[in-house]
């Protein structure tokens, strides 16, 4: 007797789109995606497996950090394919044994999602098969508030992913929402950011001639936010 496959094909999430829903149990509890998380951002992201090397330094580093990202109202959520009691040994053998830089007795405190079905990696388009077709690469999803994908950073098994971006692009997505801007190229808090193209002659001419505002040509229009 033939055995149909199943062909169902999956679109990948996009910006703009609302995050795919889903429950799923956690290290910290059931949670309910992303209506658990409404009026807070959400950084939600995949790695390959518990008990690999580049995936400890990601979650003691995301650890760390943790904080910080609290401070910006962000919420940290991990995902891999493997089980809860696998994730809950991992983590305690990360806090007891492992040193990394200068981080040690780190405390993995966000959630960290069980996935052995496979079926939330595969709704976030975290399962690629020409990378791995039963490991998740390493997917980051931006979340705003209202629980919209804003951003999408995807990398391979092998490159372990830089922090440092990542606490960047946040504050620039939320400093362009607050203040109706844009960010330059490596773009830090403080520094000058872009306004918006002029949409008509007068304001171009307007903007041309303020002092708030230093233009390079009408285009081209920068300012301070003056940021404390």
Same mark, same amino acid.
């Given at each position: 007797m033939e055995t149909l496959m199943d062909t169902t094909v999956v679109p990948l999430p996009r910006i703009g789109d609302k995050a795919p829903e889903f429950k799923a149990i956690t290290t910290q509890g059931e949670i309910n995606f992303p209506k658990d998380y409404v009026g807070k951002w959400v950084i939600f992201f995949s790695h390959p497996a518990d008990f690999t090397p580049v995936c400890t330094t990601e979650f003691m580093t995301f650890a760390s950090m943790e904080d910080e990202f609290n401070a910006l109202n962000c919420q940290l959520v991990g995902l891999s394919v493997d089980g809860l009691y696998s994730h809950i040994a991992w983590l305690r053998t990360i806090k007891e044994k492992i040193e990394f830089r200068d981080m040690k007795n780190i405390e993995v405190k966000f959630p960290l999602i069980e996935d052995i +079905?496979?079926? @939330?990696a595969k709704k976030y388009g975290m399962i690629q098969p020409g990378e791995s077709s039963t490991k998740a690469v390493r997917a980051v999803f931006f979340i705003d508030p209202k629980g919209i994908i804003r951003a999408m950073i995807y990398y391979p098994l092998s490159l372990g992913r830089n922090f440092d971006e990542l606490k960047r692009a946040l504050v620039a997505m939320q400093t362009a929402d607050k203040y109706s801007i844009a960010t330059p190229a490596d773009w830090r808090p403080g520094e000058d950011v872009i306004?918006?193209?002029?949409?008509?002659?007068?304001?171009?001419?307007?903007?041309?001639? +303020?002092?708030? @505002?230093?233009?390079?040509?009408?285009?081209?229009?920068?300012?301070?936010?003056?940021?404390?």
């Open positions: +079905s496979m079926n @939330v306004v918006p193209p002029a949409g008509s002659c007068g304001v171009a001419k307007e903007r041309m001639q +303020s002092d708030d @505002v230093k233009c390079k040509d009408w285009f081209f229009c920068t300012k301070s936010l003056h940021l404390n």
